[in-house]
Every structure is written in C-alpha cells, then in structure tokens.
C-alpha cells in the first residue's frame, strides 16, 4: 500500500528537497530485501535517487512464469500464439531519424518470426537490429494480468490521469520492451522529466546514467545532445567543448527479475545484452511534479525563443502553447487539468475520510435513550453523560485534525474523568468502542492512505500558487481551463487547514 504516517510527513515538511536532491550520489544502491514503501519514499523518491531491486519483486509475476523458458530465454512460441495478432511498434536500432530510432508497426508474430531468425544468424541478419519498443500491452490485453505494479511505485499521478482521458483512448504510459542482444535505446531523459522503472522479466541490460545537470557537459557547440553518448565524436572539442568536463556516468547492468528505478531527470542510454523482455513505465507524483513544471517553463521558453520574430502576431501566446503541445505533449491548459484531477481524487477522498470519521463516533440519540432505558440513573446522570460525550467528540475532532483516529484508550479516559459517567462507562465504552473500530477498519480511510493525499495535494497546492502565478499561465483565455483556478487553491488550503498543513 503506499502509504504514508502522520509523523514521517512532519519530518518531510522540515526537509529542503532541493538540498537533499542536490547530496551527491557515490553509487547506484542494490536493494536485496524487502524494504517498507515510507523508507523507500524517503530514500529514493523524494532525494531523486536511483536504485536496484532484486528479483523478489518479479517472483510471482504471471510474465515471469510464462514469457520465459526454463532455460531463461523468451518463450518466443508462447508470445507469439497468445498475442501474436497484436500491432507493436519496431524500431531500426541501425538507423537514425530526427535524433531517434525510426519506428514502423508490425504484428507481433511477424516480430517473433524475425527475432527467431535473427537469433539464428547469430544476431546479424540481414534486417539487422529490430527493437520492439513502447508497446501498450496492457492497454491492448486489459484482461491479462502480466504483472502488478512495485508498490513503491503505485503512487502514479501519470497513469491515473490518463487512464480518465476519453480522448486519449490507446494511450497510456505503461510498456513491453521485447529485443534481440545488442538493441539499445539512445540517450535521453524521460517524458516530462517523469520517474521510470524497468523490470527485467528475461535477459539483461546495461544502464549508463548520469545526474540531473551533467548533460549540459554533452551538449555540442549548438546545444544538442549527443544521441549516442559512447560515440567517439564526443572527443572533438570544437564540436563537444565542454565534455572534458562531464563525470563518468553510473553503470549498472540489470539481471533477469530485477527492477531499475530511474528518477526523474537522470539521462540516460540503454543496451540488451542479452535477448531480453522488460515491462516499463513513466509515472509522476508529489516527489517530481516540481521537476515537471520546471521541465515545461524550460520548453516553453525555449519554443518563444525560436519564434521570437514574430512575438507581434496577433495570438502569439496561443501559437506557442499550440508549438509545446505537439513537441512535449502537454499544454499549460492541459497540466492545470492534470492537477485538478488529481487534486480533486485526494480531496475526495479526504472529504470521505472526515464524513466516515464523524459518522462513526457520534453517539446517536437513540443510544442515549438505550442508556437511560438500561440503567437505573435518572435524567441527570444520562445529562451528564451526554455532556461527556459532546467531550469526546470535541477530542476526536481534535485528533482528526491532527491525523490521529480515536481510540479505545481515549474513550475510557474520558469515561474515567467524571464520577457520574463512569456510573455508565461499561455501556458507554463498548458502545464508543464498537464504532471506533469499525471506523479503524475503513480500508479507504486508513490513517497512512489519508497523509499521503495530504502530502499530495500540498505538492499541487506548492504548483499551483507557482502557475497561478506565471506570465504564460495569465495569458491564456478562461474558456481552455477546466476550472477556476483560484477556486481549486482555495479548496485545497481549506482541506490543509483541517490537517494543520
């Protein structure tokens, strides 16, 4: 469950992400043993930080059981007689296109025929190297459930955005990588600046990563990124001038089982040393949607730079956020909608979580009438009970809004203060405690569920003053909004007033 505590969001809400992001990192960690999701939380994805885990989190996975033989190699027959009518999309690792591989779409079991002759060949047929690349498998096969997503990495504000896209029906950002050994994928930082994790299900990869802000070393004299970073021509330093200052990237090569966490921002370059299958995906949340938004600021300005010539056109702020949509492929229209979506599912489930939590503990008058039905007291001591009761729900609102739910040794405190309560404390008590439980026992309204929509929504509250703020932001007409914007902030500080935030 990600899952968050009441006292490890404190201690969050006292760090300077960008000074622990900033903390060098000496090595790639390699995780062996089950680690709980606030420590990972707390280690990797708020720091930036990458790591390795081993196979115990593919173990059980239904690909790993079926698209492999015993041998450890795909089980090509298996893919191709289960999915094989599926389009996938192919790239040419041989071939270059506008800083990319080429890609063409075939169906699967035309792909497995040529990876079986390629294999046979010895890796070098005539087609050369051919890369199954960005598959939306799991878009295509909802009912086939080839694996469940790390639980480290199920807080994934990407995927639940798109997942609500009427529009954006075959899209997703979750993928199969299926290629022969020596496929690779040439340099880049994710989509959006998002995190990325890589599960091996067969086969092995090797990593070459480097930090956010070592790329501007590899940029040439005219700003480009290198597309491979391992090629020679990066030695030229009139045309790579500021190489000789790069640091060497981290090298992790990645077994069958394992899984690659890469955060947000690290460039990146990917070789298959072996035929391999890896399940991928993109996502984003409150540790990296800053990252994000710095991302499009970055593209945005870079997209008015080039068409600054014409900054007198009428509509000149629309074309550039038409220009950054089909580049980056979001708008500034469309990332405030990201953030309304999202923050309106955790003040949703806020919203339930308080309802739940006062329905719960209010003693109904008709319990009151039960108590004084079944005891020998008369209307005083029942008056006084009710007036100990009103105590009671004065402390649990408290604690609700300190995040703490009531408990049972809260209630026989507050029965235990006052003589003529305790007179009826036996019946009080299991009335109270009955109901507490019960609220204890909601699955939606755990404690740890609720901190960490606290901790989101803060995030997209820290975004949205930022936007609300920006220029480009400004320019645009209401009617591409969602939503009042204001209005959204307003609903959010409310809802971190009542968790003290």
Same mark, same amino acid.
Not at 114 to 130: A, D, P
């Given at each position: 469950?990600?899952?968050?505590? +009441?006292?490890?969001?404190?201690?969050?809400?006292?760090?300077?992400?960008?000074?622990?992001?900033?903390?060098?990192?000496?090595?790639?960690?390699?995780?062996?043993?089950?680690?709980?999701?606030?420590?990972?939380?707390?280690?990797?994805?708020?720091?930036?930080?990458?790591?390795?885990?081993? =196979?115990?989190?593919?173990?059980?996975?239904?690909?790993?059981?079926?698209?492999?033989?015993?041998?450890? +190699?795909?089980?090509?027959?298996?893919?191709?007689?289960?999915?094989?009518?599926?389009?996938?999309?192919?790239?040419?690792?041989?071939?270059?296109?506008?800083?990319?591989?080429?890609?063409?779409?075939?169906?699967?079991?035309?792909?497995?025929?040529?990876?079986?002759?390629?294999?046979?060949?010895?890796?070098?047929?005539?087609?050369?190297?051919?890369?199954?690349?960005?598959?939306?498998?799991?878009?295509?096969?909802?009912?086939?459930?080839?694996?469940?997503?790390?639980?480290?990495?199920?807080?994934?504000?990407?995927?639940?955005?798109?997942?609500?896209?009427?529009?954006?029906?075959?899209?997703?950002?979750?993928?199969?990588?299926?290629?022969?050994?020596?496929?690779?994928?040439?340099?880049?930082?994710?989509?959006?600046?998002?995190?990325?994790?890589?599960?091996?299900?067969?086969?092995?990869?090797?990593?070459?990563?480097?930090?956010?802000?070592?790329?501007?070393?590899?940029?040439?004299?005219?700003?480009?990124?290198?597309?491979?970073?391992?090629?020679?021509?990066?030695?030229?330093?009139?045309?790579?001038?500021?190489?000789?200052?790069?640091?060497?990237?981290?090298?992790?090569?990645?077994?069958?089982?394992?899984?690659?966490?890469?955060?947000?921002?690290?460039?990146?370059?990917?070789?298959?040393?072996?035929?391999?299958?890896?399940?991928?995906? !993109?996502?984003?949340?409150?540790?990296?949607?800053?990252?994000?938004?710095?991302?499009?600021?970055?593209?945005?300005?870079?997209?008015?730079?080039?068409?600054?010539?014409?900054?007198?056109?009428?509509?000149?702020?629309?074309?550039?956020?038409?220009?950054?949509?089909?580049?980056?492929?979001?708008?500034?229209?469309?990332?405030?909608?990201?953030?309304?979506?999202?923050?309106?599912?955790?003040?949703?489930?806020?919203?339930?979580?308080?309802?739940?939590?006062?329905?719960?503990?209010?003693?109904?008058? =008709?319990?009151?009438?039960?108590?004084?039905?079944?005891?020998?007291?008369?209307?005083?001591?029942?008056?006084?009970?009710?007036?100990?009761?009103?105590?009671?729900?004065?402390?649990?609102?408290?604690?609700?809004?300190?995040?703490?739910?009531?408990?049972?040794? !809260?209630?026989?405190?507050?029965?235990?203060?006052?003589?003529?309560?305790?007179?009826?404390?036996?019946?009080?008590?299991?009335?109270?405690?009955?109901?507490?439980?019960?609220?204890?026992?909601?699955? &939606?309204?755990?404690?740890?569920?609720?901190?960490?929509?606290?901790?989101?929504?803060?995030?997209?509250?820290?975004?949205?003053?930022?936007?609300?703020?920006?220029?480009?932001?400004?320019?645009?007409?209401?009617?591409?909004?969602? &939503?009042?914007?204001?209005?959204?902030?307003?609903?959010?500080?409310?809802?971190? !007033?009542?968790?003290?935030?």
């Amino acid at each position: 469950m990600d899952s968050l505590t +009441q006292e490890t969001l404190c201690k969050i809400q006292s760090v300077v992400i960008d000074q622990i992001r900033k903390e060098p990192v000496k090595s790639v960690d390699y995780i062996t043993e089950r680690i709980s999701y606030e420590d990972f939380f707390v280690k990797y994805l708020l720091p930036n930080r990458p790591c390795l885990l081993s =196979s115990y989190v593919t173990a059980e996975w239904r690909s790993v059981k079926e698209w492999v033989k015993e041998d450890g +190699q795909p089980n090509l027959d298996f893919l191709a007689s289960n999915f094989g009518d599926a389009l996938v999309p192919v790239a040419d690792c041989n071939k270059v296109q506008y800083y990319a591989q080429p890609k063409t779409d075939m169906k699967l079991v035309n792909y497995i025929e040529y990876w079986k002759n390629h294999i046979s060949k010895g890796h070098k047929s005539k087609e050369g190297c051919l890369y199954l690349k960005d598959w939306h498998f799991v878009h295509v096969f909802t009912e086939y459930q080839a694996y469940e997503t790390p639980v480290y990495f199920t807080s994934d504000w990407l995927n639940e955005f798109w997942d609500l896209r009427s529009d954006r029906t075959d899209d997703d950002y979750r993928f199969v990588y299926m290629g022969p050994k020596g496929s690779w994928t040439p340099f880049h930082a994710d989509v959006f600046r998002s995190f990325s994790w890589s599960a091996n299900i067969c086969g092995r990869k090797k990593w070459l990563l480097f930090p956010p802000g070592e790329e501007r070393h590899l940029k040439d004299h005219l700003g480009n990124l290198p597309y491979d970073v391992t090629s020679c021509e990066l030695h030229d330093g009139k045309k790579y001038p500021n190489y000789k200052n790069a640091c060497q990237p981290f090298e992790v090569v990645q077994e069958a089982g394992e899984v690659i966490f890469v955060p947000s921002g690290w460039h990146h370059q990917v070789y298959n040393l072996e035929d391999t299958i890896s399940i991928n995906h !993109n996502w984003l949340n409150g540790c990296n949607i800053d990252i994000m938004w710095e991302f499009l600021q970055q593209e945005l300005c870079t997209i008015q730079k080039s068409i600054s010539d014409c900054i007198d056109m009428e509509g000149w702020h629309n074309q550039c956020q038409l220009i950054m949509k089909a580049s980056t492929g979001i708008d500034y229209a469309e990332f405030f909608l990201f953030l309304h979506i999202i923050a309106s599912h955790r003040l949703q489930l806020l919203r339930r979580c308080s309802r739940q939590m006062s329905e719960q503990v209010v003693l109904k008058s =008709s319990d009151l009438d039960q108590l004084k039905h079944d005891n020998t007291h008369d209307d005083d001591s029942v008056s006084k009970l009710n007036y100990e009761h009103t105590k009671s729900l004065e402390v649990c609102k408290t604690q609700k809004l300190s995040g703490e739910l009531p408990t049972t040794e !809260n209630i026989k405190s507050l029965c235990e203060d006052d003589t003529s309560t305790r007179l009826l404390s036996g019946t009080f008590e299991s009335m109270a405690i009955k109901e507490i439980s019960a609220c204890q026992r909601l699955p &939606d309204s755990s404690q740890e569920s609720v901190w960490h929509a606290v901790f989101d929504i803060d995030q997209v509250k820290k975004i949205l003053e930022c936007l609300m703020k920006n220029e480009e932001f400004q320019e645009l007409e209401s009617s591409v909004l969602c &939503d009042d914007p204001k209005q959204i902030y307003r609903n959010i500080c409310d809802a971190l !007033n009542e968790y003290s935030l």
